[in-house]
């Protein structure tokens, strides 16, 4: 017999692609990667998935993303595979350096909104999307997450 999967609320703000993992609780949800793309929020879900096996957590992930302008929740990859894996019968090709500059933008661009997120700034309009993308431009990683802890603090939620 298959288990229902608890209801997930959808996430505030203008559809984007998020995923949501629900607690330890088993009741709240939290937002565990966000951007308007679809990959790396793929990618996001895998390593936090095997992270909290590692753990011995139970994972339980939900995904929205944007559908005819709205919001709409797609079946969640399968948490048992996470990230795509290469094929076994081809040796790992290390990332070219413009892919790997470019996602790395997109890890630090969802660090940035995750803590704008817990900040309580969900509403983000033109001007404060391109401040954001030129923080995650011009700024590194660790700078990134500094500024991400302090909204986060900001918000009330450390």
């Known amino acids: 017999m298959q288990k229902q999967r608890p209801r997930c609320p959808r996430p505030p703000g203008e559809p984007r692609w998020v995923a949501m993992f629900r607690g330890p609780d088993g009741v709240t949800w939290t937002v565990g990667a966000q951007s308007p793309y679809r990959e790396p929020v793929l990618y996001a879900v895998g390593d936090m998935t095997r992270t909290l096996r590692a753990r011995g957590d139970e994972v339980t992930v ?22 795509p894996a290469p094929e076994p019968s081809a040796p790992p090709v290390p990332p070219e350096p413009a892919r790997l500059a470019e996602r790395m933008t997109d890890r630090r661009h969802q660090v940035l909104l995750a803590g704008l997120d817990r900040a309580g700034l969900y509403d983000l309009g033109p001007e404060d999307a391109e401040a954001v993308r030129v923080l995650a431009d011009r700024l590194d990683e660790p700078t990134v997450r500094r500024v991400a802890h302090w909204l986060a603090t900001a918000g009330g939620r450390p």
Do not use: Y
Request: aromatic share 14%.
């Open 62 to 83: 939900a995904l929205w993303g944007p559908e005819n302008g709205a919001w709409h929740l797609f079946d969640a990859p399968s948490a048992a595979t996470g990230a």
